[in-house]
């Protein structure tokens, strides 16, 4: 049995989420029009004619009811009778037998509406007026005269189509929260409610073919505060495992400031990542595996210390940036590169000499050097790390750089390339007065 | 008196009842990963792969050179690469001069912390995946080096026998022991490409020879079973 809901006004009623509290079995046949499957909702409404009433009563607006064995018939009644109609299983052209053929909606059974209208014209000029008139035209002449369109037609007005619903799917929420009973402090009982809204998420991401590549937790502090973190993920993922891991990780690194009261984890649903695997790729850590060990490094070291290195486009020495590490295919790298992006990074030998190695001194060590005839003679430097002492027995430069002139870090040094002996031992490296102080420092060594 | 059971009486005895226990097991082909040093490459066939090599030496004797050259031909082959820099070392523009591809380099910079530089090693051999991990420790003293303790040298080699990756350790001394599958020495003198100038050019050239070209190497094999040692020196064409 099916019943049909026909809203006259909208008044901001969202009829298909009313339609839900009834059964879940809802089709949404246009705005203002649903129809509801109502089998199996006696034990709640009781009878289909107390169910039409409970919608009556509970709709905020005035609508008409239909009920039906046949939806198509519901729609129709619903559509043209005002209150509630009962339609018995078998007496469909009872009620509807004096509709007008105006009133045949073609598109319920996949019409066009040129042809339909070529067919109510036809019927027209036949004399055939309503919907009782057409069901008494017997079914091979109207296949022969208006094919399968007119015999689809027919049924519709006979209240004999065989249909199932199209059933509207309420929109998933990926969402779950939890309020807990006393607040918590510690990180170990709450990594048990991670735990449990994680598995419940990723159920429902897996339910539906769907991951994630970003989760947004809030947490509600006994002080009232809140405490919102969110994590981003390079690939999407939708194993609760990894989440975790990754949830408590973070959450070490950035805890909340006061007891957390309740819980919530959401996330945007995205399309899974495929990947299809070669015999030949090159080996490579498996993505969620990687994710893991970078927040593991990122909470030895911290965030700002992991990553690949970006050479600045500046002739300041030194100049870099950290940006975060991730796995690249070969046609992304290959499509940034045709682009032009991160051409300071491209590799620039065109020959096969060896390359000369530079360990640069972070800081520079300040040192003092003993200069003879405008020339570096002697250089000392010490730190808590490293000392750097000797007599220079060769050198060169000094080579002026300068730059940013217009800034308050701007530089201005003479570099000098210089070898120091001392025990016997020699050894390269690279030092550097700065003009504005005159201050010595040795910035590397060659190695 | 019952008579002193020798070991190959022994394992006839009771080897039947314990499988390939008695077996020793050793690679014998063991995939290589070049240094990107031709000169290198033919006297060691390259850093074995799922052991662990050592590259050691004084200051400027070619070691950050060998191993900006080494990162350069993995990167360039498509193998994804790890550097540990105990004391924050690594140059990035020197590193683009040789020609690496930062895209496929994850860089960990350890601010000297020797056990954080441990911890994250073992956290990389652990993930998998990694063609080529570096261990800098070029800077550490050699007194602080000599203070490792030998269980994490065991724990690499153990965790790295069983993946293709290559483990090279830079250190000023020798300090991983018989866990070395290949162990480099470097030494050498640095040489000059040109006479000492005070001329102010508009750009700076190298003064320098590329490091690797005039020092020796004494390349110390620790595998196969039967250890060798092999000393040589070459010396390119001078300028």
């Known amino acids: 049995m099916f019943a049909c809901v026909h809203a006259l006004e909208s008044a901001g009623l969202s009829l298909v989420e009313f339609a839900y509290g009834f059964s879940p079995v809802v089709e949404e046949v246009r705005p203002g029009t649903v129809v509801i499957d109502v089998e199996g909702c006696e034990l709640l409404f009781g009878s289909p004619y107390q169910l039409a009433g409970e919608v009556v009563r509970r709709a905020q607006t005035t609508v008409n009811v239909a009920l039906a064995a046949n939806p198509d018939a519901a729609i129709h009644a619903a559509t043209y009778l005002k209150g509630i109609t009962f339609i018995s299983p078998g007496e469909e052209l009872t009620c509807l037998g004096d509709f007008l053929l105006a009133q045949l909606d073609h598109s319920l059974v996949n019409v066009e509406k040129k042809v339909a209208d070529e067919i109510r014209e036809t019927l027209r000029l036949w004399g055939v007026r309503s919907f009782g008139d057409f069901a008494s035209l017997p079914a091979a002449g109207v296949s022969e005269r208006l094919g399968p369109a007119g015999i689809k037609l027919q049924q519709l007005a006979t209240g004999k189509t065989e249909r199932h619903l199209k059933v509207k799917q309420p929109t998933p929420v990926f969402a779950n929260s939890i309020e807990l009973e006393h607040p918590l402090s510690e990180l170990e009982p709450l990594s048990f409610i991670f735990a449990r809204l994680l598995h419940h998420l990723c159920a429902a991401l897996n339910a539906y073919a769907l991951a994630t590549n970003e989760l947004c937790v809030t947490m509600q502090l006994a002080d009232q505060a809140t405490h919102e973190r969110r994590l981003s993920l390079p690939y999407p993922m939708r194993d609760h495992k990894v989440f975790l891991k990754l949830l408590l990780l973070d959450t070490e690194m950035h805890p909340p400031q006061a007891a957390v009261r309740s819980v919530a984890i959401a996330c945007e649903p995205v399309k899974p990542r495929v990947l299809q695997n070669g015999l030949f790729v090159p080996l490579a850590p498996a993505p969620d595996k990687l994710e893991l060990t970078l927040a593991r490094l990122a909470k030895l070291v911290g965030e700002q210390n992991i990553g690949s290195p970006v050479v600045l486009d500046t002739h300041r020495p030194d100049a870099f940036s950290l940006k975060r590490f991730s796995l690249q295919t070969n046609a992304d790298i290959r499509k940034r590169r045709k682009a032009g992006a991160g051409a300071l990074n491209r590799p620039s030998r065109i020959d096969d000499e060896p390359c000369l190695g530079f360990r640069t001194f972070r800081p520079p060590l300040r040192a003092i050097v003993e200069i003879d005839q405008g020339c570096p003679a002697q250089v000392s430097a010490w730190s808590k790390q490293r000392s750097v002492y000797g007599k220079v027995v060769s050198m060169a430069g000094p080579w002026r750089t300068t730059g940013d002139w217009w800034r308050d870090d701007r530089w201005a040094r003479d570099e000098w390339d210089v070898m120091l002996e001392r025990q016997g031992q020699q050894s390269l490296y690279r030092i550097y007065r700065e003009l504005e102080t005159e201050h010595w420092f040795v910035e590397g060594n060659y190695d | ?239």
């Open chain 2, 1 to 239: 008196m019952r008579a002193a059971l020798s070991k190959a009486q022994l394992e006839a005895d009771i080897g039947s009842r314990f499988g390939d226990a008695f077996k020793i097991h050793d690679k014998t082909v063991v995939e290589t990963l070049s240094t990107g040093v031709a000169e290198i490459d033919s006297l060691t066939g390259g850093l074995p792969r799922g052991g662990i090599s050592e590259i050691f030496g004084p200051a400027s004797s070619g070691r950050t050179s060998l191993t900006y050259s080494l990162l350069a031909y993995a990167t360039a082959h498509e193998e994804t690469c790890a550097l540990v820099d105990t004391n924050d070392v690594f140059s990035p523009t020197a590193a683009t001069e040789a020609g690496m591809d930062f895209d496929r380099l994850l860089w960990i910079r350890c601010a000297g912390d020797l056990e954080h530089a441990f911890k994250a090693t073992d956290l990389l051999l652990h993930a998998g995946g990694f063609g080529l991990v570096i261990l800098d420790l070029g800077d550490v003293a050699g007194k602080d080096a000599r203070r490792i303790i030998s269980s994490w040298w065991y724990r690499f080699r153990r965790t790295v026998e069983e993946q293709p990756t290559v483990l090279t350790v830079v250190s000023e001394e020798a300090c991983t022991r018989s866990c070395a599958a290949l162990a480099l020495e470097l030494k050498g003198t640095p040489e000059w490409s040109r006479a000492q100038s005070n001329v102010l050019p508009m750009r700076k050239p190298a003064p320098i020879k590329p490091l690797l070209r005039h020092n020796s190497i004494k390349v110390n094999q620790m595998r196969p079973v039967t250890p060798w040692v092999q000393e040589s020196q070459f010396m390119a064409v001078s300028f």
